[in-house]
């Protein structure tokens, strides 16, 4: 399995995605590789990975050909460079699929469209580009997950609909959530938040006289509580995206 996890635009959760809703459930063995060159990619949380700069293309692919499971998280400042190496070196078929996070906004979905548009000039199939609708909020607990997708993305939606350039499936969506905000300050994977056993009553009390490591400590506890259900999240728009592949 080889996926790429990209979006021309920034600030989208991507590398949260690949790190948190991809990698976890990803066979064992898979590679990381982060082809960023200003902000920081999943090793945020983390995570073990390879860094690449977008140019580095006939590298990477070498790379990408001797491993059996690959996740790319190819940033928005080298999104140009990567693509059109991979169109050069005729790589679209090393991968099978495309994964575009995107959260809420007409200009965030409108540089979602306008990507989609560029991978398909590229080469990439439109079967091989899937949507993931990220940051949803539920504004209180009746709402429906998919419901929301269809009220704050409808121009993805009909996009996807008419031009049939991308797979745009309103189930296909992550809640917005505080977990990754405090995994990221802590630098803790997802996989180490569900499996942190430590008693922070006593590591509250301990800190209350260091701002800093009080802080530290209540970002771990925070990830701790809420990563339970985040991880049955992820796993499950894991499985929906991937469907046929695993």
């Known amino acids: 399995m080889k996926i790429v996890i990209t979006n021309q635009q920034g600030r989208i959760g991507k590398s949260s995605i690949a790190g948190n809703a991809f990698l976890p459930f990803m066979p064992e063995g898979t590679q990381l590789f982060s082809i960023e060159s200003i902000n920081d990619g999943a090793e945020q949380f983390g995570v073990e990975l390879t860094t690449h700069r977008g140019g580095d293309t006939l590298e990477i692919l070498s790379q990408v050909m001797t491993a059996d499971h690959v996740l790319l998280d190819v940033g928005a400042s080298n999104f140009e460079s990567f693509f059109l190496g991979l169109n050069e070196f005729s790589g679209v078929d090393d ?109 509250m009390r301990a800190t209350v006289s260091d701002p800093q490591e009080h802080k530290r400590v209540s970002d771990a506890f925070a990830a701790m509580r809420l990563a339970k259900v985040v991880a049955a999240d992820c796993q499950a728009l894991f499985q929906r995206v991937t469907a046929g592949l695993v």
């Open 95 to 203: 991968f099978d699929l495309f994964v575009l996070p995107t959260v809420p906004g007409k200009r965030e979905s409108l540089e979602t469209m306008k990507t989609v548009a560029k991978l398909r000039a590229y080469g990439v199939p439109a079967d091989r580009i899937r949507i993931v609708f990220n940051m949803v909020d539920l504004p209180s607990m009746s709402d429906s997950l998919e419901e929301r997708v269809k009220f704050l993305f409808p121009e993805i939606l009909d996009f996807a609909k008419t031009e049939k350039s991308c797979v745009a499936d309103p189930k296909t969506a992550l809640r917005k959530s505080k977990l990754f905000d405090h995994l990221s300050r802590s630098r803790q994977t997802l996989a180490e938040a569900l499996a942190d056993k430590t008693d922070y009553a006593v590591e």
